[in-house]
Structure formats: structure tokens, C-alpha cells
């Protein structure tokens, strides 16, 4: 006889729910092509469905609504397109002039190489150039992976819209589904995950879009002030950056750190940098997310971290992206579950005064058993 469920030891059913997910991180990983274009196609889809309910209400068929909503969006995105194209196109100009002053800056390492590790020139230079030669070697596979990414990415564009045409068109026969699945007895906690889970991504992609404008624009003046040229680009690349938690700001800084090391000679503007852009992403952190986000999205930092990573490891940068709201989903699925109503503790970051004073009941009444 089968036991049942709730008669299973924590430890097999901890098993079970390891295993679950180990599941789901392998058919990510071996379906990244299907399920990153769906993923983004669902995010533009709870974006635009505002929209699309605001055109519906007007009167005006499902169909040409959407229409019209992913032509807004279309606009929207073409603008951002061609303002990034403007100043990247800036940066690529002086791209020889950039290198000729990296190459000084190379040549200046080798010597204090040189100097303080006592490394010949003609030592480093074959290092380099066994290096390199291991790099041409493998040159075939970068082409060919090269191409492989150029298509996949022209199979996003193509599918994206598509995706998210049809997601917001069988948007009341996939809602259908979902109570369908399930029994009458939990209809409600299913409309709590819904209903839950449209206004966090609302709010988050709505909050987040605010918050990187306003990035954006700090960055870029407190870079013009310094005099740092392509301030703009770089502003705008750190707020795109900072969607990623942590690692953002950091790849940001450092990239910007070394090109100001081809444009000035000066170390405070470097330190001008460093200053500017880790102050503007502490107000952003501290002050800037919790009031323009909202508390819809309420993970902590260390999961935040532990997100981005898995989900760069599992499907490379668009899982940089893709993680916190997975993980603020999967928050939102665990409130509404007893069994793993924990879990959904372990991921937020409530720590109030109420666990603080649970916490200390136990320490208390552990101290007081020790004693007697």
C-alpha cells in the first residue's frame, strides 16, 4: 500500500520537491530556445494588457487592440533602438583612438611586470602568443557558435511578437485552463497567483522602466559634470545594467573605469567614477526600488543573487534578466501553498519585528531547558 503524502517523513517529501526542481532547471537548460522567447512574450504580455483592456473598452475588436497595443510598443522600443544606436555609434568612432591609448596602457603594464616580477618582455610576449594561437585554433567553433546566436536571435524578434499576439488573444481561454486543472476548492488561492502575479509584473516592469530613466539620467550628468566623454553612453548602459542585481553596477563601473583610462590621465577622474556611479546605485538601491517598484516584488538579497546566477548559468544573459521576476512568481506561488508556504518565507525579505520576537521566545526557552 502507497502511503499517503502527508504520512511521508520531511525528509522524503524535501526529496521529492529537490528533485522537482532539479527537473525544471534541465528542461530549461535543454529548451532555452523555447522557453526564453515564451518567457519575455508573457513579460510584454502582462505590460500590454492595460492596453489592450483600454482599447477593448472603447469599443474596439480584441484583435485590432492588440494590434494596436504591440505597435505602441513597437514605437517605444524603436525610439530606445535608435538613441542607443546614436550613442554607441559615437563610441565606435573613436574606437582606434581608444585602442592606441589601451595599447599604451598595455605596454606600461609589461613594463611593471617586468620591473616588480621580474617577467622579461619576450617571456610575456610568448605567453601572449601561445594564447593566442589557442584562441585562433578554436576560432571555427566561435563562427559557427557566432551564427547559431545570430539566428536564434533573429528567431526571438520574429517570435516575440507572435508569442505575445497570441498570449494576449487566448488570454481568457489560458485563465480557463488554469482553474480547469485544478478543483473547485482551490479556484481561489488559483485567481490569488493570477491576479498576484499580473500586478507584480506590471508593477514591476512599469517601476523598473521609471527607475532606469532615472539611473540613466543621474549617471549621465554626474559623469558630464566630471568632463568623462560618452557620459550618455555610459549612463544609459549602467541604468541597463543595473536590471541585473549586483553584477550590473560592477560590470558597468569596471568598463567605464577602463575606458576613462584611455580618455583622461587624471586618477580623480577615476575615483570621480567609481564614487558617482556606486553613490547613485546605493540611493537607487535604498531609496529609488522600494518606492518606484513597490513591494510587489520582495526578495531578498541573497536569493536575488542565487536567481541571477542560476539564471545565468542556465540560459545565459537573457536569464540575467528573467531571473527576479521568476523568483518573485515562484515567491507568489509559495504564499498561496501551505506546504510550501516556508519556502515563500525563505525567499522574501520580511524580517520583522513579530519573527525577531519569535526568535528570541525560542532562544529563551532553549536557555531556561539548559538551566533546569
Known amino acids: 500500500m502507497i502511503p499517503h503524502q502527508n504520512d511521508l517523513p520531511y525528509y522524503i517529501k524535501l526529496c521529492y520537491k529537490v528533485l522537482l526542481l532539479l527537473l525544471i532547471c534541465i528542461i530549461i537548460r535543454a529548451a ?29 475588436p480584441s484583435v485590432l487592440s492588440i494590434i494596436l497595443s504591440l505597435l505602441t510598443a513597437a514605437g517605444v522600443i524603436g525610439i530606445v533602438i535608435y538613441f542607443l544606436s546614436t550613442q554607441i555609434a559615437n563610441f565606435v568612432d573613436d574606437i582606434p583612438s581608444i585602442r592606441t591609448h589601451l595599447e599604451e596602457h598595455f605596454v606600461s603594464m609589461q613594463q611593471w611586470v617586468k620591473t616588480h616580477l621580474h617577467i622579461s618582455m619576450s617571456e610575456q610576449n610568448e605567453y601572449l602568443t601561445n594564447a593566442a594561437e589557442k584562441i585562433k585554433a578554436s576560432s571555427t567553433g566561435y563562427l559557427s557558435n557566432t551564427f547559431f546566436s545570430i539566428t536564434e536571435a533573429l528567431m526571438f524578434v520574429i517570435l516575440l511578437p507572435i508569442y505575445t499576439f497570441l498570449i494576449l488573444y487566448y488570454k481568457d481561454l489560458i485563465r480557463r485552463f488554469f482553474y480547469s486543472v485544478f478543483k473547485k476548492e482551490s479556484h481561489e488561492k488559483v485567481g490569488n497567483v493570477i491576479s498576484a502575479s499580473k500586478h507584480m509584473v506590471r508593477n514591476y516592469m512599469l517601476g523598473l522602466l521609471i527607475e532606469m530613466g532615472i539611473v540613466a539620467a543621474a549617471n549621465s550628468v554626474g559623469l558630464m559634470i566630471l568632463g568623462i566623454q560618452y557620459a550618455i553612453f555610459f549612463g544609459v548602459m549602467a ?15 569596471l568598463f567605464t573605469v577602463l575606458i576613462t583610462l584611455t580618455t583622461s590621465n587624471s586618477t580623480g577622474d577615476i575615483i570621480g567614477v567609481i564614487c558617482i556611479m556606486y553613490g547613485i546605485h546605493m540611493i537607487d538601491v535604498n531609496i529609488l526600488m522600494p518606492r518606484i517598484v513597490g513591494s510587489k516584488v520582495r526578495i531578498n538579497a541573497l536569493i536575488s543573487l542565487l536567481g541571477v546566477v542560476i539564471g ?61
Not at 35 to 58: G, Y
Open 312 to 372: 545565468g548559468a542556465l540560459t545565459g544573459l537573457s536569464g540575467l534578466f528573467l531571473s527576479v521576476p521568476a523568483v518573485a512568481f515562484v515567491k507568489i506561488m509559495c504564499d498561496q501553498i501551505d506546504d510550501l508556504k516556508p519556502w515563500g518565507l525563505l525567499l522574501g525579505d520580511d524580517v520583522t519585528t513579530s519573527h525577531k520576537r519569535l526568535y528570541q521566545r525560542i532562544s529563551f526557552k532553549k536557555k531556561v531547558a539548559k538551566k533546569e
Open 32 to 60: 532555452q530556445s523555447i522557453v526564453v522567447p515564451l518567457a519575455f512574450s508573457l513579460l510584454l504580455a502582462f505590460l500590454l494588457l492595460p492596453i489592450v483592456e483600454f482599447f477593448e473598452k472603447r469599443k474596439m
Open 239 to 253: 541604468a541597463v545594467l543595473n536590471v541585473i542585481p549586483y553584477i550590473g553596477i560592477f560590470s558597468a563601473t
